[in-house]
């Protein structure tokens, strides 16, 4: 079965510092990774996705993430991170061996992240 | 061009009563997916359509929840009798293709009183 852990639910990072924003994932064959993130009361944006190809994937807003397939793990990172970046960030997973018609994707909890001045 | 719509943005209704919510896709996606976000959690799904294929309601928690999409575009999501733990926000996304990303809509967010 398809799966995504997020193990932490709350990053505290000063502002100008590096961030992660961990995800593990679990999936039967090879998986498409996506990242999104939540502001305030509003919907969830796109920021970044691997199907293939170079593991590190570029995003909107200056985030990268890296796939590792040997850790089944797909972490957003950020190299500066700005008070902007405070929302609650998800990672999701399709596995793309699964058969039949299911194109929905397995989200994580979430991860809020509260970046300090 | 215009996202993801959903309508309303917020229902209050009593416990018993039918609500309806929905939801006008990106022109041209052929995927479309309603999710629940409760409080604190994660997203739910709930429901997936894709083209003209049978849906995928495997994510429906109960059969008081039921959806339709017409002509391949807009969706409503109907939730019967409602109860107060179905309370929260409901999201409407769409995709070009399956397994493709999603975007979003806002969310109607729904309390049962």
């Known amino acids: 079965a398809q799966s995504v852990a997020q193990p932490e639910d709350q990053v505290n990072v000063a502002e100008g510092n590096p961030l992660t924003v961990k995800c593990t994932y679990s999936?039967?064959?090879?998986?498409?990774l996506f990242w999104y993130v939540q502001y305030p009361n509003r919907g969830l944006q796109f920021l970044l996705k691997?199907?293939?190809?170079?593991?590190l994937v570029k995003g909107s807003y200056g985030f990268e993430a890296e796939f590792n397939k040997s850790q089944t793990s797909f972490h957003l990172k950020k190299p500066s991170a700005l008070v902007s970046d405070s929302a609650l960030y998800f990672c999701?997973?399709?596995?793309?061996?699964?058969?039949?018609?299911?194109?929905?994707?397995?989200f994580g909890k979430g991860t809020k992240l509260s970046v300090k001045p | 061009g215009a996202g993801v719509s959903q309508s309303p943005s917020n229902k209050v209704t009593e416990k018993g009563k039918d609500v309806e919510l929905r939801c006008d896709p990106i022109?041209?996606?052929?995927?479309l997916y309603w999710y629940r976000q409760s409080l604190g959690q994660g997203l739910e799904f709930l429901i997936y359509?894709?083209?003209?294929?049978?849906?995928?309601k495997s994510g429906l928690p109960s059969d008081r929840f039921s959806a339709e999409r017409t002509g391949g575009s807009v969706s409503t999501l109907t939730i019967q009798r409602t109860q107060q733990e179905d309370s929260a926000v409901y999201l409407c996304?769409?995709?070009?293709?399956?397994?493709?990303?999603?975007?979003f809509g806002p969310g109607t967010r729904l309390t049962v009183t």
């Open positions: 691997y199907i293939t190809g170079d593991n």
């Open positions: 359509f894709q083209g003209n294929s049978a849906p995928d």
């Open positions: 999936v039967s064959g090879n998986p498409y």
């Open positions: 996304a769409s995709s070009l293709r399956p397994g493709d990303e999603q975007y």
């Open positions: 022109s041209g996606h052929t995927a």
């Open positions: 999701a997973v399709r596995d793309m061996n699964y058969g039949g018609s299911q194109g929905n994707l397995i």
